[in-house]
T-cell receptor, first 117, second 116 residues
């Protein structure tokens, strides 16, 4: 099946710094990618839809200036957590649909564990 | 509004016993339905999906799910659970946002514990 990778898998940073997380589709092109946040023992919360060649679409309540998304190519989307604070600590997961539409199945990356000290 | 409900937050079954995880959805159009499994600290793996056709779908690892439109349900089943099935299970519905885009809405998840 289609493969989605994330880098890094784990990152620890100091409060106030910015952290970039990469999401790559390895064997297919993705005009759309999705970014989720997952708290312990909780479901996935969709943060934003990353669109190649245009601005990301953010879900209600998600600060777009805090969570910068750039869809640099058909295989790469990045999420930058700016001026990170301890409350931003979480598990961030990206996904991509191998077929256009997004309503179809998505393939998920392995996730990135962010810890802000 | 679209939503997915997994009524059981935590289920414990004995190894070798049968399993059923419940999922109910709310969506006005024909649903695209999915079950994903997540092992600790990992991403999500697709178990099975329903788009149309036969309402009983087979997935990987011996799982199956049945779509029942009248009950707005898509319950996941396995006849004999293995210890390696212990994980978090998520039901999701694919919804259309615009003509060429959509997204997945997830249920709260069910934690499966398997007793030896």
């Amino acid at each position: 099946g289609a493969v989605v990778s994330q880098h890094p898998s784990r990152v620890i940073c100091k409060s106030g710094t910015s952290v970039k997380i990469e999401c790559r589709s390895l064997d297919f092109q993705a005009t759309t990618m999705f970014w989720y946040r997952q708290f312990p023992k909780k479901s996935l919360m969709l943060m934003a839809t990353s669109n190649e060649g245009s601005k990301a679409t953010y879900e209600q309540g998600v600060e777009k200036d805090k969570f910068l998304i750039n869809h640099a190519s058909l295989t790469l989307s990045t999420l930058t957590v700016t001026s990170a604070h301890p409350e931003d600590s979480s598990f961030y997961i990206c996904s991509a649909p191998p077929q256009a539409g997004g309503r179809n199945e998505q393939f998920f990356g392995p996730g990135t564990r962010l810890t802000v000290l | 509004a679209q939503s997915v409900t997994q009524p059981d937050i935590h289920i414990t079954v004995s190894e070798g016993a049968s399993l059923e995880l419940r999922c109910n959805y709310s969506y006005g159009a024909t649903p695209y339905l999915f079950w994903y499994v997540q092992s600790p600290g990992q991403g999500l793996q697709l178990l099975l999906k329903y788009f149309s056709g036969d309402t009983l779908v087979q997935g990987i690892k011996g799982f199956e799910a049945e779509f029942k439109r009248s009950q707005s349900s898509f319950n996941l089943r396995k006849p004999s659970v293995h210890w390696s099935d212990a994980a978090e299970y998520f039901c999701a519905v694919g919804v259309k946002v615009m003509s060429n885009t959509g997204k997945l809405i997830f249920g709260q998840g069910t934690t499966l514990q398997v007793k030896p």
